[in-house]
Antibody
């Protein structure tokens, strides 16, 4: 069955870089777009960006200058990297699968990883 | 960016009542709206896609309607497991955006 699982550091210091891995099973990354969404106390649910089935990416301009999404299809993993972290980046980070190409809503979500930005 | 305004922020109901939750878009978005349920400490779950299309495995008491700027999620005869937060999300244009949510609580 379809499963997504995020793994990440939990605690990150301000100005440092956040790295989160989303490991998927039950489907191929070359057939689906993969999305990143975060949930923060200040802004609620925010779409961050996605990586297409072909490997190209699209980002929310709110994060564009400091966000990078990539993948390793051989390992069934999608990666999020965001630099210059601030305390307001504290929240839960989710990877999610787009239902089908060209239909940007999310049919499967990971359980999320809580990230705290603090010194 | 398209802003989604959900109302009310909190809705207090008795189990067995039927309810309607509103989501209003800042510009016309056809039927490109999707609804999610999020229970405490869980990930969001897709309930309705494209304003009114049902999702496999979701109880039939959940339904959606609307087009353009005004959308409604209806729950027919709320059950105890339905008390949670509901979000709408638009896919009409990037950036994808979410509403701020409606919390359905027990009266």
């Amino acid at each position: 069955q379809v499963q997504l699982k995020e793994t990440g550091p939990g605690l990150v210091q301000p100005t440092q870089t956040l790295s989160i891995t989303c490991t998927v099973s039950g489907f191929s990354l070359t057939s689906y777009y993969m999305q990143w969404v975060r949930q923060t106390p200040g802004k609620g649910l925010e779409w961050m960006g996605f990586i297409r089935s072909g490997g190209s990416t699209e980002y929310n301009s709110e994060f564009k200058s400091r966000l990078s999404i990539s993948r390793d299809t051989s390992k069934n993993q999608v990666f999020l990297k965001m630099n210059s972290l601030k305390t307001e980046d504290t929240g839960v980070y989710y990877c999610a699968r787009e239902d089908r190409v060209g239909a940007p809503y999310f049919d499967y979500w990971g359980q999320g990883v809580m990230v705290t930005v603090s010194s | 960016d398209i802003v989604l305004t959900q109302s009310p922020a909190t809705l207090s109901v008795t189990p067995g009542e039927s309810v309607s939750l509103s989501c209003r878009a800042s510009q016309g978005i056809s039927t490109s709206i999707h609804w999610y349920q999020q229970k405490s400490n869980e990930s969001p779950r897709l309930l309705i896609k494209y304003a009114s299309q049902s999702i496999s495995g979701i109880p039939s008491r959940f339904s959606g309607s609307g087009s353009g700027t005004d959308f409604t999620l209806s729950i027919n005869r709320v059950e105890s497991e339905d008390f949670s937060v509901y979000y709408c999300q638009q896919s009409y244009s990037l950036p994808l955006t979410f509403g701020s949510g409606t919390k359905l609580e027990i009266k």
